[in-house]
């Protein structure tokens, strides 16, 4: 009798860890982690908003929609059609698919998404605006964009179509947000189809009329630009070779320094930004 007691006991006392154990993992951070040059590891949610389960963690390295691209690089793990960044589940295609006003955004990520019933905001109107023509959601995450942001935008997002035509990759989500590694302000990646920005009252410090988030907006837009058309970037990639060669290049920051691909970046905001950044920077590509 006492040994069977001893083993209930024991029994139970295993199912407690156990229960504790699991109820620890199921509440931990994950990260799923996307390539990155600053090796930021991304956080995505659940109901929880910044939290998965770390049980959910082992499919990353799964297929799990069969779509050919690993869990980890996919930028829409549960092929519901809605990106991760804005999926409130993104293992689960029934969760984060409810649209209230039939726009295409799901509610999880709409600025307004009654509009059916009441008036947008400006930039609700701009956001649906951005995803109607450019199926490109706008997403505040943790920070939260103001309507007086919305001209910059317009001009960049104008800017770049103007400028060259993606047909080969597309940019699922911007995303406002304050998870970024400590000093960086900026971040495209291309396998996640994503762009995330922190958006703060900083003056960029070689070129103190520009806001620094601006700056950096755009030159991971340009990033954006350099994967969507390899033609247009092969083109600038001649000019820089070159150039380089002769030792003509004017380096507009010390990130311009790194390769040809931060160069272009930062080379296409400077012409973004010429009317403002002193006219020492004058020597460039366009010559």
Known sequence: MALKVSLLFCLFSIMIACGKKGDRIDRSPVFLV????????????TVDKNLVSNIQRMHLLKDMDGDGILDKNDSDIDSDGVPNDCDR????????????????????????????????????????????EKKI????????????????????????????????????????????????????DSQWANIRFFKNGDWHEE?????????????????????????????????YTEKKKNNELDFFTIHSKVNPNEYFAEFETYLFFNELVPVSVSKNLST
């Open 137 to 188: 959601l706008l997403i505040n995450d943790d920070l939260s964009m103001e309507d007086e942001d919305l001209s910059f935008f317009k001009r960049l997002i104008a800017n770049i179509q103007n400028k060259a035509s993606l047909p080969n990759k597309y940019l699922a989500t911007i995303t406002l947000t304050s998870q970024l590694v400590p000093g960086e302000y900026g971040l495209y």
């Open 34 to 45: 996307g390539q990155s040059v600053s090796g930021f590891e991304r956080n995505y949610g």
């Open 207 to 239: 070129f103190p009329n520009i806001l620094m988030w601006q700056w950096c907006l755009t030159h991971e837009f340009h990033h954006y630009v350099e994967h969507g058309n390899p033609s247009y970037f092969k083109n600038f990639l001649i000019k």
């Open 89 to 132: 589940d993104p293992f689960d295609p029934l969760m984060g698919t409810k649209d209230s006003d039939h726009d295409g955004v799901p509610d999880y990520c709409d600025f307004n998404p009654r509009s059916d019933i009441g008036k947008d905001t400006k930039l609700a109107d701009f956001q649906f605006e951005l995803f109607k």
